[in-house]
């Protein structure tokens, strides 16, 4: 699996099948009870983005999708099944849910709510007209409002077929994604009597939803995890942190997404660079980090790393097989203007970022709650701050079968104003996927970043080690005393 922009998936023409609730199933899922589990944190803040920007007549683009490639004509009704089945496999996919006097409310219908008929929409012949029509199937159909949050569909051909999946992100998230597309393949070859593994058992998200509030409760202000949070913030005046160098916006500016895609490493280099950070006493998540730091300090002259990380929650149940929003959010820092060469931050890095998972512990919402009564934060609680994300997808469970080694990964593309990069490990290289303003002064700065940071890389995995430049010159960092997004 890759992650890519949506714009570069142009699968060969073909038949376009689409998969929706039947009639029966439709009417279950309008009348579905509602359910007193809360959405999780994570959810309760994206529905609520979502329904104001419904509100204001927004295109809706907060969905993710995958897709991947399947040998053999398609079989319409064995799909059907293995849809009925997927649904069945994860409680939280037989949800919707509704704002009402500005409190989500679930909506839960019951197991016979998994029924699914094929429709025939025509021919597909021209990619623009694809992307426009997937695009279209996206942000009407996979929306947390109504069932199913989630668009299947089929691009078929003779002896081959696109199989590609959208869902609202309310009902996942990346690694759900990256498992989703095995999953579906892997039942669907079961239906059509092929070999495949039965899927291991999914726990429900609704458990999760319930668990994370009830872990939330146990955090107070002084708890080490909050206490951390804070320190980490004060040293950076109560801002989050953002890109370090001009995206040519101005303060609290946005710009629509440009989706940026950069090879860093092959295979061979990868391992070198794997090594050179364990001869550094550090991980290769770390290793990301140290050369990403060093990276800051060489183009912008930021003496500390500071950035915030996603980190998987899985660990908390039976979630390794399930779909849903499993993750948290925790700040990454530690000094590199002390250090002489790459070995010195890595082990600074590993330090930083093995904090950054004990800090991770605490549901970042109950932290954003006492960073905002003791004014740590004050207004930046309304900010997102620039993410650095790195995922080894080699480790997941369809790595090595022909669905997952053919997928693509992709999300929607709204607007922003950083310059987030997902930095990603798999069998053939490292490579990594920002989202960046599309202005021309963002196209300038993050080619310059992305290739400073491919340069450093490079030199590690070659050397073993890298010496940091003190003649560098130095970048003012963008907004520099304004709230970035």
């Known amino acids: 699996m890759i992650i890519t922009a949506m714009g570069s998936w142009n699968p060969a023409p073909g038949r376009l099948l689409e998969w929706h609730p039947t009639p029966a199933a439709e009417a279950i899922a309008a009348a579905a009870p509602v359910d007193s589990t809360p959405p999780s944190f994570l959810q309760e803040d994206h529905l609520k983005a979502a329904w104001a ?84 199937r996206f942000s009407t159909e996979a929306t947390a409002e109504v069932w199913p949050g989630f668009a299947v569909g089929v691009v078929a051909r003779s002896g081959s077929f696109t199989l590609y999946y959208g869902a609202d992100h309310a009902f996942t998230d990346g690694g759900s994604q990256a498992l989703v597309i095995s999953e579906l393949a892997d039942l669907y070859a079961l239906e059509t009597g092929g070999a495949a593994p039965e899927p291991a058992r999914a726990g429900s998200h609704l458990t999760y939803a319930a668990d994370e509030r009830a872990r939330a409760a146990t955090f107070g202000p002084d708890s080490p995890e909050i206490t951390a949070w804070r320190d980490i913030f004060t040293r950076h005046d109560g801002l989050m942190p953002r890109f370090p160098l001009d995206l040519g916006l101005a303060p609290g500016e946005r710009a629509p997404v440009r989706i940026v895609e950069r090879h860093l490493l092959d295979a061979g280099s990868t391992s070198a660079f794997d090594a050179a950070c364990k001869a550094a006493g550090a991980r290769m998540s770390s290793g990301i980090f140290a050369a990403v730091g060093i990276t800051d300090f060489e183009l912008a002259g930021n003496s500390e790393y500071f950035g915030i990380t996603v980190l998987s929650t899985r660990h908390h149940g039976d979630y390794g097989q399930s779909q849903g929003w499993f993750v948290n959010f925790a700040p990454v820092a530690f000094e590199v203007a002390g250090s002489a060469a790459f070995s010195d931050v890595a082990a600074l890095a590993h330090k930083g970022f093995e904090q950054a998972k004990q800090i991770a512990e605490a549901p970042v919402h109950a932290v954003l709650g006492a960073l905002a009564t003791d004014g740590t934060l004050s207004s930046e609680l309304a900010v997102s701050p620039n993410m650095l994300s790195y995922i080894d997808f080699r480790w997941f469970p369809g790595v090595g079968r022909d669905a997952d080694t053919r997928a693509k990964h992709f999300t929607g593309e709204g607007s922003t104003s950083n310059a987030s990069m997902w930095i990603n490990r798999d069998g053939e290289h490292l490579y990594l996927v920002a989202q960046t303003p599309d202005t021309d002064t963002a196209a300038e700065s993050v080619e310059r970043y992305h290739s400073h940071l491919a340069q450093v890389l490079d030199t590690i995995a070659r050397e073993g080690d890298y010496t940091l430049s003190r003649g560098t010159l130095v970048q003012e960092p963008a907004g520099a005393g304004h709230l970035d997004h």
């Open 53 to 136: 920007a419904r509100e204001r007549g927004d295109v809706h683009t907060a969905y993710t999708g995958v897709a991947t490639e399947i040998d053999g004509d398609v079989d319409t009704a064995a799909m059907s099944r293995a849809l009925a089945a997927y649904v069945l496999r994860h409680e939280g996919l037989r949800c919707w849910f509704e704002i009402e006097d500005g409190a989500v409310v679930r909506r839960l219908a019951p197991p016979e709510v998994a029924g699914f008929d094929v429709l025939d929409a025509g021919e597909s012949a021209d990619p623009d007209q694809f992307q426009r029509y997937v695009r279209q």
